[in-house]
């Protein structure tokens, strides 16, 4: 588990990137700038690791591009010690910028083998979170309320059960579509039963799924 001065290198000039497209939070930044992403590429793509670029990791999924990553993190706007709950663990890299972010992070994904994967995984690089084998749509009723809702996945409507689980004053960032193309959504709850919802352009992602016991 090198990171040698080429990685950090490289790593600085995708961080240059990602404030030239417009990345101003300076705590996100450094977060992305301390976590070797190429750790959390498949092997095949390992070279190609600070290309602002989305990548397989196996199981037919993705690591986010990143871009995708510091803006959906940069629109949460975290502050220490929230509760947040990661939808599509993946890879765990996003999973790893919120801890850097100090928050609490609970992340659910419903592939089995990267889930398995990456709850072995992130720890070993220092980052301690809760990992869930479940459904996204449903969240995890047993830790809510959360402070903050990320959803890596592109899903074809705000799923309801999810917006239940924020607490007041709360901010979910979803991208939304069932298309090609997702157009960012941050809904903010308001009151127990008023969102206020904005969107912020467009970006893509693999598709959230049903539950499997559920079929696709
Ligand atoms: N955050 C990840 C991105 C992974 S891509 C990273 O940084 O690498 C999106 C992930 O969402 C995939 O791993 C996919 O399996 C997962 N996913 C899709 N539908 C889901 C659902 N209903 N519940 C939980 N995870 C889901």
């Not at 990685?7 to 450094?30: C, D, F, M, P, Y």
């Not at 602002?52 to 591009?65: E, H, L, M, N, W």
């Not at 995890?140 to 402070?147: L, R, T």
């Amino acid at each position: 588990m090198v990171d040698s001065f080429r990685h950090q290198g490289l790593r600085k000039q995708l961080i240059e990137h990602l404030a030239s497209k417009g990345i101003t939070n300076l705590k996100v930044l450094n977060a992305m700038n301390k976590i070797p992403r190429h750790l959390f590429m498949d092997n095949a793509f390992v070279n190609f690791s600070y290309q602002d670029k989305a990548f397989p990791i196996g199981a037919g999924q993705t690591i986010s591009q990143p871009y995708t990553v510091a803006f959906q993190s940069q629109l949460l706007e975290i502050k220490p010690y929230e509760k947040v709950l990661e939808v599509g663990t993946g890879s765990g890299y996003q999973a790893a910028v919120l801890s850097l972010l100090d928050a609490e992070v609970f992340t659910i994904e419903r592939q089995r083998e990267l889930f398995l994967k990456t709850k072995k995984f992130l720890p070993t690089l220092g980052y301690n979170c809760m990992f869930v084998y479940g459904d996204g749509y449903k969240g995890m009723p047993k830790f809510a309320p959360f402070d903050k809702i990320i959803i890596t996945c592109g899903a074809p409507f705000i799923p309801k059960d999810l917006v239940a689980q924020l607490k007041v004053g709360g901010r979910m960032v979803a991208p939304i579509g069932d298309g090609d193309l997702q157009v960012m959504h941050l809904i903010e709850k308001i009151s127990e039963t008023e969102t206020r919802i904005t969107t912020h352009g467009e970006f893509s992602f693999v598709p959230m799924l049903n539950d499997k016991n559920n079929g696709n």
